[in-house]
């Protein structure tokens, strides 16, 4: 397993921020997958740590509980699908309680895109007037997705995504030598990508693209290639996402005249309609968005709809 301290760029962050002067409520923005909750648990253990300074700790008792996951005064949710008006109430509960082991308190709420309405207005009050010694680390995975008033009185903390460069170094760093970026979609994050690879799935990302690129250059007929998309194991959005990741390059290597090479070299023949395929990507969009939101939707119709499409468009 991974330490904290094998994310460069979690590091720089945290390099960045004054504990000792950390705002009462903080919200962690960044992309799924780059290390929010990473931070978050860092920045804790930075505020509950017994020596007051993590990089200094030989491991004192706040530490061991924290890594144990069972420090009485840090509250973290457990179900960040959702965030319910019961569980912003227990937080609030918890946030008027007194320091049991440290002379601080953190609560860390994960997902705060999930955040309904009425949760949101529920824990503006805390936000702005937390009792005193207590910590709010609230992550999102969706910039600008809450409550205007929500990001008034939180400090905002950006976790910026890494360029292809910085991502090659880091999964090379971690003892993986045969890596190479492009294999994966643009989308997905290092963290992600490392455990794709360490769960034995890299694979289907490359099987994808190399079913999607058959596709695109019909080598295989539209039944073939829906019935070979349908079997890769990987999640419905993980193909839409794909997909799109594709689309997309595709459309900008023609607007900038930019052209694919080594493996990809075969798409430059492709011809379409600019305009077309942007609609399309458009559509996709809006349709991953639903499927985030709403289960049950037939993957096989949704993915079989778009192939078509995509079939009638790219020539």
């Avoid at 919200?27 to 505020?47: Q, W, Y």
Wanted: aromatic share 6%; hydrophobic share 35%.
């Amino acid at each position: 397993m991974i330490s904290i301290s094998e994310y460069p760029w979690i590091d720089k962050t945290i390099d960045g921020i004054n504990i000792s002067s950390l705002p009462h409520a903080n919200l962690i923005e960044g992309s799924s997958g780059v290390g929010k909750f990473i931070l978050a648990k860092k920045i804790a253990k930075s505020i509950l740590c017994d020596e007051s300074s993590i990089e200094n700790c030989q491991g004192c008792n706040s530490c061991n509980l924290i890594k144990n996951n069972t420090h009485p005064d840090l509250l973290i949710n457990q179900d960040e699908s959702k965030i319910s008006i019961d569980e912003i109430r227990k937080l609030i509960e918890f946030a008027n309680l007194s320091s049991s082991v440290s002379g601080s308190k953190v609560i860390i709420l994960q997902n705060c895109e999930n955040m309904k309405k009425e949760s949101q207005n529920a824990i503006l009050k805390t936000l702005e007037e937390p009792p005193i010694n207590t910590f709010i680390i609230m992550t999102s995975g969706k910039r600008r997705s809450l409550n205007q008033t929500i990001y008034s009185r939180c400090n905002k903390i950006l976790i910026r995504d890494l360029d292809q460069n910085e991502v090659t170094d880091w999964i090379k760093s971690q003892g993986i030598d045969d890596f190479n970026f492009y294999d994966y979609p643009s989308y997905i994050s290092p963290i992600d990508i490392l455990k794709s690879i360490n769960n034995g799935r890299a694979n289907d990302f490359l099987e994808f693209n190399r079913v999607l690129i058959d596709f695109f250059l019909k080598n295989d007929n539209t039944n073939q290639s829906l019935k070979k998309i349908l079997e890769i194991d990987l999640s419905v959005s993980n193909k839409i996402n794909s997909i799109v990741d594709i689309l997309v390059s595709i459309l900008k290597s023609k607007q900038i005249d930019k052209y694919f090479s080594g493996k990809l070299k075969e798409l430059n023949q492709l011809q379409f309609s600019g305009e077309e395929l942007s609609e399309l990507i458009d559509e996709m969009n809006e349709l991953r968005d639903m499927h985030n939101k709403v289960s049950g939707l037939n993957e096989k119709h949704t993915l079989k709809y778009f192939i078509f499409k995509i079939d009638s468009i790219i020539k």
